[in-house]
């Protein structure tokens, strides 16, 4: 079904994907740092993550002809770790909130009381 | 690929993703959490669609993403399904599961957005 | 005309992975965050496609489409039980500028190095003429196998330890519990039937992808990945029961991954070659036999991970009253 064939990016995809990485990485800093709930910190801090992957999936992608594998090595191993590092943070705010009763960091204030439903 | 044929691949593609668009403005308002969560679905559904189209004018190594994806999208669902249960492991065709409330009285569209705060997980 | 179409594909889909990656931070909610946060996982992978990085489409689609959507949302059912799954409203006050104002600089940082720095040395003449000699023909798997296998290690330690990490969280009495969740489904309902028909394809897919990974794209990380989303499958619809932490079977699965590649790399050290330096003759055996390893700890690994520590059978997640930890 699939062979080793050369599977080159378009010529403008480096350009249009490191804006969109580099927005991304804004994006995510403004939101670890705004948000206050810890779940959606650590969506944050994956969002950060994926938008430094896909700026450095650019650069290997830069100057036409084959993409460099090295970089591309490099974001796979980042993408597994940082799936692992959010395990862990995860397992922390469930932690947390476990001991607390709120998934947010002492010093930054209380969570308001759980209504019945309040699934959004 | 090149030429007309390939270029209509992408369109058809591009096409794909604006709906792909409309789901993630269905994830967006909701009201409800399986209405997000089958909209989620969707994007799993035409991101395999775009794949498919996009492999005979980039390269066939796109269906092999394609097959991945299609065989753990699903696993979200699995995913929110269980955690919707009361102790997290649970299965809601079991028998003591809690069921949605009957649709009584009957649906009335004019007031369907005021189901939303009889919202279940 | 195909590259024009091909712009504007582009384009379309970086607005969207854009507006997926906003959403999941703006707004009110966290179950709506969780699922954005899925859906832009989706869209990112697409974009590994658009940018000829199919290896990294491939664990892309695994984790981030999959794996990622079922920690979270199990995170965000157990912050439910534990009464924590409500938003909290922003900061307000002159701080609120604070963080919109970093992320603006760090956009602004990054699109001005994109622009001001020079083109990167090609690596081309050099790896065409090293990955002959790498043995195999996919150069993301020489890279990692071979090139920079030092840095692979480390990274099967690392996901270890981040599961030891999980692990420590659970309760001290539940040390020697099964890991997660006591799974329950009704017999012969849609979640039982799920779990019969996906894990074996998705242990045949996982299984190729291995193999595959040595000449077309694929490889350790990839199989392993959608290995570890057919064991989390199985142990959802359950099929099987998770093991407790102390199981013989279990260390040794997630031991040998990285064990196997230490020892391939300290036995290629005392027969001369230098540590993980592999010879060419011997190289595609050493890299299978690593990958196979490999491949299964990082199932094993990623599966405990999204798993969660050790549970006793009655119920752990409810806070007592007087709010302390039970």
């Known amino acids: 079904m699939t062979g080793a064939d050369p599977f080159l990016p378009a010529a403008h995809a480096p350009d249009v994907y490191a804006l969109g990485g580099a927005v991304l990485v804004g994006l995510g800093v403004w939101g670890l740092l705004a948000l206050r709930h810890l779940l959606r910190r650590v969506v944050a801090f994956n969002v950060i993550g994926s938008g430094i992957f896909l700026f450095f999936g650019a650069i290997a992608a830069r100057g036409g002809g084959e993409p460099d594998p090295v970089p591309q090595a490099l974001i796979i191993t980042g993408i597994v770790v940082a799936l692992s590092a959010s395990a862990l943070a995860v397992t922390l705010v469930a932690a947390l909130a476990q001991r607390r009763g709120g998934a947010v960091l002492p010093g930054e204030g209380r969570q308001p009381p759980e209504a019945e439903t309040d699934a959004k | 690929m090149t030429g007309w044929l390939g270029a209509w691949l992408l369109l058809c593609a591009a096409g794909v993703l604006v709906t792909l668009g409309a789901a993630l403005w269905r994830v967006w308002r909701g009201p409800a959490r399986a209405d997000r969560m089958m909209a989620a679905q969707l994007v799993g559904t035409g991101g395999v669609a775009v794949l498919m189209l996009l492999a005979p004018a980039q390269g066939w190594a796109a269906l092999d993403v394609a097959l991945v994806l299609a065989i753990l999208a699903a696993l979200a669902a699995v995913g929110f399904v269980k955690a919707s249960t009361p102790d997290g492991a649970g299965d809601p065709e079991e028998a003591d599961a809690p069921h949605d409330p009957p649709l009584d009285p009957p649906l009335d569209l004019a007031t369907d957005s005021a189901r939303s705060d009889r919202d279940v997980a | ?326």
């Open chain 3, 1 to 326: 005309m195909t590259g024009a179409a091909a712009l504007m594909l582009d384009l379309l889909l970086v607005v969207l992975v854009a507006f997926a990656g906003w959403a999941a931070l703006a707004g009110r909610g966290v179950f709506r965050a969780v699922v954005f946060f899925i859906a832009y996982g989706l869209l990112v992978a697409l974009g590994w496609v658009r940018l000829g990085a199919v290896n990294v489409a491939l664990a892309e689609a695994a984790i981030g489409a999959g794996l990622t959507g079922v920690l979270l949302l199990a995170t965000v059912g157990r912050l439910e039980r534990a009464g924590a799954a409500r938003d909290v409203p922003l900061m307000r006050g002159a701080a609120a500028w604070v963080p919109a104002l970093a992320g603006l600089a760090v956009t602004g940082a990054l699109v001005w190095a994109w622009f001001a720095l020079p083109l990167p040395e090609s690596p081309g003449p050099q790896l065409a003429e090293a990955l002959p000699r790498s043995g195999v023909e996919n150069p993301v798997t020489a890279v990692l196998l071979n090139f920079r296998s030092w840095d692979t290690l480390l990274e099967a330690i690392v996901l270890l330890a981040a599961l030891l990490g999980v692990w420590m969280l659970g309760r001290d009495g539940d040390w020697t519990a099964p890991l997660g969740l006591r799974q329950h489904v009704r017999e012969g309902g849609v979640m039982a039937g799920f779990g019969r028909v996906l894990p074996p394809l998705g242990l045949l897919v996982g299984v190729w992808l291995l193999w595959a990974g040595a000449d077309a794209p694929g490889g350790a990380f990839q199989g392993g990945t959608v290995l570890a989303a057919v064991i989390v499958v199985a142990l959802m619809a359950g099929v099987a029961a998770p093991p407790g932490v102390d199981a013989l079977p279990l260390r040794v699965a997630l031991v040998l991954g990285p064990g196997v590649f230490l020892g391939a790399g300290l036995v290629l050290a005392a027969l001369g070659a230098g540590f993980l330096t592999l010879p060419e003759a011997q190289a595609k055996a050493v890299i299978v036999a690593v990958e196979t390893a490999l491949t299964l700890s990082i199932a094993v690994t990623l599966a405990g991970l999204v798993l969660g520590p050790p549970t006793a059978p009655n119920g752990a997640a409810a806070r007592t009253p007087d709010g302390a930890r039970p």
